[in-house]
């Protein structure tokens, strides 16, 4: 059974407790008690299946076989660029596999490949003003700058990796007919239509400045730091592009494409999911459904208790859907307009044609005068929905509207 279903089983008994309780029957009251601790149970379960498919990654769906495991085990972001800068460490591996990556991509690099696979590994930061500076005796206490977290690939988006050229995607948009037929009576011709959706090459970068120590460490948790920076940044350029790209030089996301359907706010935020669930099921859309939204709308949600002072939960707002709130979700307008998105996720296409390209800059006027070092990092990548009517968008919610 769905969870959405054992929630709304739940609410039917939680009611007949309440009536119980009025009427004073005891006898009533204890066996709806106990049927909802039996069911509390096959809830959490149900809980527990959904938060692991939620944790499930991106799939990747081509690629990666080239780079093998020794390039995942050995490969040392900090000792690629120390070397790049020209600083006395071995970095002979990192160069030798360059050739390798370059095959992937598809072209040399501008300065060092850093291939995307290897980010892995999570671990702590700490900013003093605009650059990193390492501690000398525990690495491990870094402490990470506020940053959202990447969520689109969590959510189910599929991942191609290893593109070269621009790629063109067959995408059906009509099936041949099906009819029923007598005994030797011919059956009518029909025929499948097809287009195709293109994914083309983007580019994404950011400069940065690294102290040269950093770059010398031999540390573990250095090296982690390093690996954590680049795919964070990387992670949070491509999601804010899947969420709602579409502006210069960017892909084009889910609430830029064309074709997505929209639900005008209700009376609460329950009645219009309830309206964006709908909108989905006539359009037969996947089970691999989730929700998009902001941290504000979480709060609204929270807030809102039923008639005996306890939370309503947000599983009944939204239906026991699988909901992440992210600051990644856009806020725009006046008064603000929270966006929400309520859709198939393994529908939207994530395509990387580089490894993340670094170039070292030693010579920097600002970093030089420093010791440090300048850095430019860019990766190349393209969005793209598969079906525009697997999602639905929420138009005019704010956090003001009744949560039920």
């Given at each position: 059974m769905k969870?959405s279903?054992?929630?709304?089983?739940?609410?039917?008994i939680?009611?007949?407790?309440?009536a119980?309780?009025e009427?004073?029957?005891?006898?009533?009251?204890?066996?709806?008690?106990?049927?909802l601790?039996?069911?509390?149970?096959k809830?959490?379960?149900?809980r527990?299946?959904?938060?692991?498919d939620?944790?499930?990654p991106?799939?990747?769906?081509?690629?990666?076989?080239?780079?093998?495991?020794e390039?995942?085990?050995?490969?040392?972001?900090?000792?690629a660029?120390?070397g790049?800068?020209?600083?006395?460490?071995?970095?002979?591996?990192e160069?030798?596999?360059?050739?390798?990556?370059?095959?992937?991509?598809?072209?040399?690099?501008?300065?060092?490949?850093?291939?995307?696979?290897?980010?892995?590994?999570?671990?702590l930061?700490?900013?003093?003003?605009?650059?990193?500076?390492?501690?000398?005796?525990?690495?491990?206490?870094?402490?990470?700058?506020?940053?959202?977290?990447?969520v689109?690939?969590?959510?189910?988006?599929?991942?191609?990796n290893?593109?070269?050229?621009?790629?063109?995607?067959?995408?059906?948009t009509?099936?041949?007919?099906i009819?029923?037929?007598a005994?030797?009576?011919a059956?009518?011709?029909?025929?499948?239509?097809?287009?195709?959706?293109?994914?083309?090459?983007?580019?994404?970068?950011?400069?940065?400045?690294?102290?040269?120590?950093?770059?010398?460490?031999?540390?573990?948790?250095?090296e982690?730091?390093?690996?954590?920076?680049l795919?964070?940044?990387?992670?949070?350029?491509?999601?804010?592009?899947?969420i709602?790209?579409?502006?210069?030089?960017?892909?084009?996301?889910v609430?830029?494409?064309?074709?997505?359907?929209?639900?005008?706010?209700?009376?609460?935020?329950?009645?219009?999911?309830?309206?964006?669930?709908?909108?989905?099921d006539?359009?037969?859309?996947?089970?691999?459904?989730?929700?998009?939204?902001?941290p504000?709308?979480?709060?609204?949600?929270?807030?809102k208790?039923d008639?005996q002072?306890?939370p309503?939960?947000?599983d009944?707002?939204?239906?026991?859907?699988?909901t992440?709130?992210s600051?990644?979700?856009?806020?725009?307008?006046s008064?603000a307009?929270?966006?929400?998105?309520?859709?198939?996720?393994?529908?939207?296409?994530i395509?990387?044609?580089?490894?993340?390209?670094?170039l070292?800059?030693?010579f920097?006027?600002?970093?030089?005068?420093?010791?440090n070092?300048?850095?430019?990092?860019?990766?190349?990548?393209?969005v793209?929905?598969?079906?525009?009517?697997?999602?639905?968008?929420?138009r005019?919610l704010?956090?003001?509207?009744?949560?039920?």
């Amino acid at each position: 059974m769905k969870l959405s279903d054992l929630i709304e089983k739940r609410a039917a008994i939680v009611a007949r407790m309440s009536a119980a309780h009025e009427k004073d029957d005891g006898e009533a009251f204890t066996a709806a008690e106990l049927e909802l601790r039996d069911l509390d149970a096959k809830i959490e379960r149900a809980r527990k299946i959904d938060a692991a498919d939620r944790a499930e990654p991106g799939r990747p769906i081509a690629g990666d076989a080239r780079l093998d495991s020794e390039i995942r085990s050995r490969f040392r972001v900090g000792r690629a660029l120390a070397g790049a800068a020209g600083l006395g460490v071995d970095w002979s591996f990192e160069r030798e596999v360059q050739t390798e990556l370059a095959k992937r991509s598809g072209r040399s690099p501008e300065g060092v490949f850093i291939p995307t696979e290897i980010f892995e590994t999570r671990a702590l930061t700490t900013v003093t003003g605009s650059e990193l500076v390492p501690t000398d005796h525990r690495p491990d206490q870094y402490v990470s700058a506020l940053t959202s977290a990447s969520v689109v690939r969590g959510l189910g988006a599929r991942v191609l990796n290893g593109l070269t050229g621009n790629v063109s995607i067959p995408r059906e948009t009509a099936s041949p007919a099906i009819g029923w037929v007598a005994e030797n009576a011919a059956l009518s011709a029909g025929d499948a239509d097809f287009d195709s959706i293109t994914l083309s090459p983007k580019h994404a970068g950011a400069l940065s400045e690294y102290s040269r120590n950093m770059l010398m460490q031999a540390s573990p948790d250095v090296e982690a730091l390093l690996r954590q920076m680049l795919a964070r940044n990387l992670a949070t350029a491509i999601d804010r592009a899947a969420i709602a790209g579409g502006g210069a030089n960017q892909p084009k996301g889910v609430l830029a494409t064309a074709g997505i359907q929209t639900a005008a706010v209700s009376t609460s935020i329950f009645e219009v999911v309830a309206r964006a669930q709908a909108l989905a099921d006539a359009e037969n859309v996947g089970a691999a459904r989730a929700i998009l939204t902001t941290p504000g709308i979480r709060k609204t949600v929270a807030t809102k208790l039923d008639g005996q002072g306890r939370p309503i939960g947000a599983d009944v707002v939204f239906l026991g859907m699988p909901t992440v709130f992210s600051n990644l979700a856009p806020i725009s307008g006046s008064p603000a307009e929270h966006a929400l998105i309520y859709g198939d996720w393994s529908e939207l296409l994530i395509g990387v044609w580089s490894e993340i390209d670094i170039l070292v800059n030693p010579f920097e006027s600002t970093a030089y005068a420093k010791g440090n070092i300048s850095i430019r990092a860019m990766a190349t990548v393209d969005v793209a929905v598969r079906h525009p009517k697997a999602f639905v968008s929420v138009r005019g919610l704010t956090p003001s509207l009744p949560a039920i």
